[in-house]
């Protein structure tokens, strides 16, 4: 018989009950809630008279919908105000713990749960946000949910959920200068489609991945739905364990020993029969970028934006470049740009910020660029701060706001103007995301803090020894 | 919810990866109830930056009514967003049809008696021209045979849809009274559950 797949392990070691034509019922470990996809999910547990199942393995955040200034101010916007307010009153209700806004461990819920030693290995975690892959990083099966499926987590801790097909993508070799794990998966995203990945849960392996660290690794595991994968996974392996590590909801003496010794045995088996395997050159890679409306429009910076369709029929590119003020054969290389985002769930830990830091210091932000760059959480805030980046930030004319989703969907006021190009390290280039008309390129934080030095997109490659 | 069939003419939308920030963006998802999101659907591609109806969006188009929407291919990628489904319900529509969908939207549309049929390519393109040429033409859809017929053309096709899910749109089975009817499962696999 075959060996297993990491996601066979963990996934068999959390079905509750299994019928034939029905959908598996999978134990979940770990619920994240936020503001937005929440309210409605305790509504109907008021409707049916059901508490919080197990409220102590929910943890909420308030991360989408919240201002990145003043946040020690009410919300101004009022509909804003409320849903946060909602949020309140809810966990409060239910017995749920909330980490507020200005609560020091308060930030974007995929950022927070890794940080605080919440996400570990082998586990099973879903929240109501398709980002929730990020967690598979440390070798849990993490994945988005719709509200009417959080409402059926919160009332039983338990998901209705059929299994999934495997897919293996073996990134193998050494990274160029320059680039970096949002490069790999920009790149993936591009050779696969935004569809590719759809029906798949996703193993990432090979030694371009192994050698990176966990905010890396979490990077790659954040984008695979952008290619329509439900969730991406990588092995627990020595740095997952020293990133766990002495975190605060980390399992502490003799259980570690136990939880590592557990963890170990989680890898997939020399054996195992994936679905699909996808295997890719890290020489491949060079700085990443998109040009279309779907983060599988992408190209290599010193590229040239393709002339026939790809991912999409002739009249889809046609309406995305018309979108983005785009000619096919144009290279992107030297466009003016007018903002750049960095942030969100996919680069807003402290290893993007030290990176971003590095390249600035001693730079000026180009006359006329805006610059956002907005930390994931309270946490790595804080760090920012001790490390001293937050000055390097300000005398490169950078404005450091305050920790959450902001531009990365514009729910609050982080929204870019019609029209107007803004480089961004987060996750979506779809129409609007940044605001009605912005239009986003997708790139990693390097390529992003080059753009805002130059003032127009750059190849971050020629500005580092 | 507990339709079984449904015979009604549609309305075109020939875009393919129609993501969830297109079908409701997320300046609108601040609401705290379920209600509501039709006025909104699709918001930027069917009104302008005033506010003004859009005459070149099809739902701006009177031509086209019914309630069954005909879409390209990968709808509904993106967000987990469920006001995605709330909104395409919310406005009057019963079905989807396409030749692929992202999977968190199509569980959340089942998850909200909005049924996702999927097609084959041929299928949907030639019942996208029947449709944008003859907006009388009528789909009917029957649930309980898996099947939806392009009634223009006679022409036929099976879909698939998960038994469960579909006994739960017939019969308007709820996935929570369903887990919680196995709740001493719950609690025997908690009670040997790995944890540290």
Redesign the interface.
């Known amino acids: 018989m075959a060996g297993k797949t990491l996601f066979e392990k963990v996934w068999e070691?959390h079905v509750?009950?299994s019928k034939p034509?029905?959908?598996d019922?999978l134990?979940i470990?770990r619920h994240y809630i936020h503001e937005?996809?929440s309210?409605?999910a305790f509504?109907g547990l008021r409707k049916?008279g059901?508490p919080v199942f197990r409220p102590e393995q929910t943890s909420a955040t308030a991360d989408?919908?919240v201002p990145t200034i003043n946040q020690h101010l009410p919300i101004k916007e009022e509909?804003?105000r409320?849903?946060v307010q909602?949020l309140r009153e809810n966990c409060a209700e239910f017995g749920v713990e909330l980490y507020d806004l200005g609560h020091e461990k308060q930030g974007i819920v995929h950022v927070i749960g890794p940080d605080l030693g919440l996400t570990?290995p082998?586990m099973t975690m879903v929240c109501?946000?398709?980002h929730t892959s990020t967690h598979g990083a440390f070798g849990s099966i993490a994945f988005?949910?719709?509200?009417?499926?959080v409402?059926?987590v919160l009332?039983?801790?338990?998901l209705?959920q059929?299994k999934?097909k495997t897919m293996r993508i073996e990134v193998n070799g050494t990274l160029g200068k320059g680039v970096g794990a949002k490069d790999i998966i920009l790149y993936i995203i591009t050779q696969l489609s935004?569809?590719g990945g759809?029906?798949y849960f996703v193993e990432y392996a090979g030694s371009a991945i192994t050698s990176l660290s966990m905010e890396a690794r979490m990077t790659i595991c954040n984008m695979s739905?952008e290619m329509?994968a439900?969730g991406g996974m990588i092995a627990p392996d020595e740095t997952t364990f020293e990133y766990v590590k002495g975190r605060e909801f980390a399992?502490k003496g003799e259980?570690?020993e136990?939880?590592v010794a557990?963890w170990k045995t989680l890898p997939s088996d020399a054996d195992a029969v994936y679905d699909r395997v996808e295997v890719f050159n890290a020489e491949d890679i060079e700085p990443w970028i998109t040009y279309g409306t779907?983060p599988?429009m992408g190209m290599g910076v010193s590229q040239s934006i393709p002339d026939v369709a790809i991912?999409?029929?002739a009249?889809?590119m046609t309406?995305a470049l018309a979108y983005m003020g785009l000619d096919p054969n144009q290279a992107l290389k030297g466009k003016k740009i007018d903002y750049v985002f960095i942030g969100s769930c996919t680069n807003s830990r402290i290893e993007d910020l030290r990176e971003v830091a590095e390249f600035v210091k001693d730079k000026k932000k180009a006359d006329g660029v805006n610059v956002w760059i907005v930390p994931g959480s309270k946490g790595v805030e804080a760090q920012a701060i001790e490390e001293g980046l937050d000055k390097v930030f300000t005398s490169a004319g950078f404005e450091l706001r305050q920790p959450g989703c902001s531009a990365c969907?514009?729910?609050n006021e982080d929204k870019v103007p019609?029209g107007k190009y803004c480089v961004s390290t987060s996750n979506?280039n779809?129409?609007?995301?940044q605001g009605?008309?912005a239009r986003t390129f997708l790139v990693s934080p390097l390529m992003a803090a080059a753009a805002a030095v130059t003032g127009e997109i750059s190849d971050i490659r020629e500005m580092i020894a | 919810m507990g339709f079984t069939t449904l015979k009604s003419t549609a309305v075109p939308l020939p875009i393919e990866n129609i993501d969830t920030d297109q079908i409701i963006p997320a300046r609108f998802l601040k609401a705290t109830t379920r209600e509501g999101f039709g006025d909104n659907l699709f918001r930027d591609w069917r009104f302008d930056s005033n506010d003004q109806p859009k005459a070149d969006f099809v739902l701006n188009d009177d031509t086209f009514s019914g309630k069954v929407l005909v879409a390209g291919k990968n709808f509904g990628c993106g967000s987990s967003r469920e006001h995605a489904a709330w909104a395409i319900k919310d406005y009057g529509f019963a079905v989807v049809v396409s030749s692929f969908f992202a999977d968190i939207f199509k569980g959340n549309s089942l998850n909200n008696g909005l049924l996702p049929v999927q097609v084959s390519e041929p299928f949907l393109a030639e019942l996208m021209e029947t449709v944008e040429k003859d907006p009388a033409a009528e789909i009917s859809v029957d649930l309980e045979a898996e099947t939806i017929t392009n009634v223009s053309t006679g022409n036929s096709e099976t879909f698939e849809i998960n038994a469960y899910k579909k006994m739960c749109l017939i019969k308007g089975y709820d996935d929570i009274d369903y887990i919680l009817s196995g709740k001493a499962d719950i609690e025997a696999f908690e009670s040997k559950r790995v944890t540290f």
């Not at chain 1, 779809?430 to 995301?433: L, Y």
């Open positions: 070691s509750v009950s034509g029905f959908p019922v134990y470990d937005v996809t309210p409605q509504d049916r059901l989408h919908n509909l804003s409320f849903q909602k570990q082998g109501g946000d398709s988005g949910i719709g509200t009417s499926q409402e059926q009332a039983t801790q338990c209705l059929a999934p935004a569809a759809t029906g739905i329509g439900r399992p259980a570690w136990k939880a557990y779907n599988g991912g999409g029929t009249k889809d309406k969907l514009g729910m019609a979506r779809f129409e609007g995301r009605p008309g």
